[in-house]
Structure formats: structure tokens, C-alpha cells
């Protein structure tokens, strides 16, 4: 079974560029997360879906921060307009949901905003 | 204010030795804890997790887990230089919700 998968593994864009990031999770499951990781703030929490609707909006992130679930199979975390500070790794992770249950991380996305 | 906090942020220890690694959430809605293990470079993988009150041991490790204090605690016997990661700590919180804390960089020296 494929795991997550997650595209571009690297991107560089200047400040005030769009950039989309793209994810696909395992195939069947049903909760997708996006986080980012920072050596400073460690794991954060962006955005979280459960069957394609949007649970969590990702707080402090959502003014230009937003993720989508165009179907069960694909997501997008788009940030617009991108600032240095957005340089991060941006982890996709899935799983079947209901709690209690483990994460599948995808191989992340290195995001350079210079 | 983060919400799952683990100790210490970084340990030594030789090629042999004990390490014991830290986390308590401050959220009293979480249910579930887990523990993952991230390679320099890799992403993260779940490494064990723990639901009730008490200890869980698979191989060299052993988890606790004291649900009236939301505190939980890995511990890696007989360490091996391989063991040398991020260690994470994940919460749900309600509506399954995970959130993650900053790690513990955990350095064995062979």
C-alpha cells in the first residue's frame, strides 16, 4: 500500500508569492492533518479534516493559512502571501480516525521563503 | 501556551544506558498519548502509544502512563547509537485533535 504522499519535496518562493502544497494520504483513511515543523515551535497543528469536512481551521494560521479536501483523496495547504517566517518543513499526516489511532506522515514538504 | 510539554529538551547517554523521557499535557480533555520517534531527516513514526493507566513494554521499551496527572514517560533500556532521535509525544485532545510537543533530542554516545 502506498503511504502518504506529499509534493513538491522542496519549494523556494519569495515573499508575497502563492504557494500550494499538495498531499495525498493512505488510501481508506479518513482523518488528514497538516502540520508544520520548526526547531523554535516544534510540531504545529494547521489545519485537521475528518471525512473531507474541516474540523479544525488552524487558529493563529488561518488568516493566510488555508488547507483543502477536494475529495478523499487529495489536499492542499495554500499560503498566501507567503512571508520568511513560513520557512518550515509542512508535514501531511493521515489515519483511519475515530481516535486512537496512529498518524502516517508523509516525507514533508521544505518550504524557503526568502 | 503549549499544551503537551516534554522533558528534557535534549539527553546523553552512553551506548548501554538507561533514558527516560518526560511529558505531561495540561488539557484535561486528552484521552490518548502516544510516542513517536523522528531520524534526523526522516518524518515521524509512531514508535508506541498508551491508552489506560499503567506500563506497556515491547522490547527495550517501556511506557507509563498516570491518567490523573496526565503524565506519561518512556523509558529505552540497553540504549544503542540507532536509538539517537527526536522522541515526540502526541495528545488527542477532544475530537481527536492530535497535537504534538516540542521533543526530546535523545543522543547516544557509542
Known amino acids: 500500500d502506498a503511504g502518504v504522499t506529499q509534493t513538491p519535496r522542496h519549494e523556494v518562493a519569495e515573499k508575497g508569492q502563492t504557494i500550494i502544497l499538495k498531499c495525498e494520504p493512505v488510501?481508506?483513511?479518513?482523518?488528514l492533518f497538516w502540520y508544520r515543523q520548526t526547531k523554535i515551535q516544534g510540531l504545529e497543528l494547521l489545519s485537521y479534516?475528518?471525512?473531507?469536512?474541516?474540523?479544525?481551521d488552524g487558529g493563529a494560521f488561518k488568516d493566510r493559512f488555508k488547507a483543502e479536501m477536494l475529495n478523499s483523496s487529495f489536499s492542499t495547504l495554500k499560503i498566501q502571501p507567503t512571508e520568511p517566517k513560513d520557512s518550515a518543513v509542512y508535514l501531511c499526516?493521515?489515519?483511519?480516525?475515530?481516535?486512537?489511532?496512529?498518524?502516517?506522515f508523509g516525507s514533508g514538504t521544505r518550504l524557503t521563503v526568502l | 501556551q503549549q499544551k503537551v510539554q516534554q522533558s528534557p529538551e535534549s539527553l546523553i547517554v552512553p551506548e548501554g544506558g538507561m533514558a527516560s523521557l518526560n511529558c505531561t499535557s495540561s488539557d484535561r480533555n486528552v484521552d490518548y498519548f502516544w510516542w513517536y520517534r523522528q531520524h534526523s531527516g526522516k518524518s515521524p513514526k509512531m514508535l508506541m502509544s498508551i491508552f489506560s493507566n499503567g506500563e506497556k513494554e515491547e522490547g527495550r521499551f517501556t511506557v507509563h502512563l498516570n491518567k490523573a496527572s496526565l503524565h506519561t514517560s518512556l523509558h529505552i533500556r540497553d540504549s544503542q547509537p540507532s536509538d539517537s532521535a527526536l522522541y515526540l509525544c502526541?495528545?488527542?485532545?477532544?475530537?481527536?485533535?492530535?497535537?504534538f510537543g516540542k521533543g526530546t533530542h535523545l543522543h547516544v554516545l557509542p
Open positions: 499526516a493521515s489515519s483511519t480516525g475515530g481516535g486512537a489511532e496512529t498518524l502516517y
Open positions: 502526541a495528545a488527542d485532545t477532544n475530537a481527536y485533535k492530535v497535537i
Open positions: 488510501s481508506g483513511h479518513n482523518d
Open positions: 479534516f475528518r471525512s473531507k469536512s474541516l474540523m479544525e
